[in-house]
């Protein structure tokens, strides 16, 4: 069974950094590419990231580009996103997704506030 | 970057009934990168259709996509009381992804 399991949330200040986690089991992680998504409250779906299945390409939202770095670590299974700079528009629910064209699967999410 | 207008913004329906879902792009989509989402309420959302015609794992028959170039539509054959919920539709194009607004489908 396909299960990912983000972490790594929480209240952070402006201006300050955060890394998300995501765990991922039940499929050969190191086979897919994966993705950050992220929903701010009451609002709609928002692609933030997604890494390539090897770790060597990555691709970026504007909104984000320049201040987030998404890597991942294929020997533990595991996604990451480093968040810096942030501000009170990154505020979300932040999702990691499998596959690369597509969301195929998704995790439970993560919030992230960013309020002083 | 393809921007994707849904539409309506909600559609309020009763059990049983035929739900259409419209999702229109700024430009040519190709449709192997058209897909959609259901998100419950609390839940996280989970791919229904890609590539505009195809079913997810698991997913019943009564959900089906079509469309093709900039005109795509969900449609939900017989509401369940289940299928009461927001949907997206996404699409890849040019190294982005972006999604539609979302449509509220609810009880009417």
């Known amino acids: 069974e396909v299960q990912l399991l983000e972490s790594g949330g929480g209240l952070i200040q402006p201006g300050g950094s955060l890394r998300l986690s995501c765990a991922a089991s039940?499929?050969?992680?190191?086979?897919?590419?994966m993705k950050w998504v992220r929903q701010a409250p009451g609002k709609g779906l928002e692609w933030v990231s997604t890494?390539?299945?090897?770790?060597?390409?990555?691709y970026y939202a504007g909104s984000v580009k320049g201040r987030f770095t998404i890597f991942r670590d294929n020997s533990k299974n595991t996604l990451y996103l480093q968040m810096n700079s942030l501000r009170a528009e990154d505020t979300a629910v932040y999702y990691c997704?499998?596959?690369?064209?597509?969301?195929?699967?998704w995790g439970l999410g993560t919030l992230v506030t960013v309020s002083s | 970057e393809i921007v994707l207008t849904q539409s309506p913004g909600t559609l309020s329906l009763s059990p049983g009934e035929r739900a259409t879902l419209s999702c229109r792009a700024s430009?040519?989509?190709?449709?192997?990168?058209l897909s959609w989402y259901q998100q419950r309420p609390g839940q996280a959302p989970r791919l229904l259709i890609y590539?505009?015609?195809n079913r997810a794992t698991g997913i019943p028959d009564r959900f089906s996509g079509s469309g093709s170039g900039t005109d795509f539509t969900l449609t939900i054959s017989r509401l369940e009381p289940e299928d009461f919920a927001v949907y997206y539709c996404?699409?890849?194009?040019?190294?982005?992804?972006?999604f539609g607004q979302g449509t509220k489908v609810e009880i009417k």
């Open positions: 039940g499929f050969t992680f190191s086979n897919y590419a």
């Open positions: 590539g505009t015609s």
């Open positions: 890494l390539s299945a090897s770790g060597g390409t990555t």
């Open positions: 997704a499998k596959d690369f064209y597509f969301f195929d699967f």
């Open positions: 996404q699409q890849y194009g040019s190294s982005l992804w972006t």
């Open positions: 430009q040519s989509v190709d449709s192997d990168y």
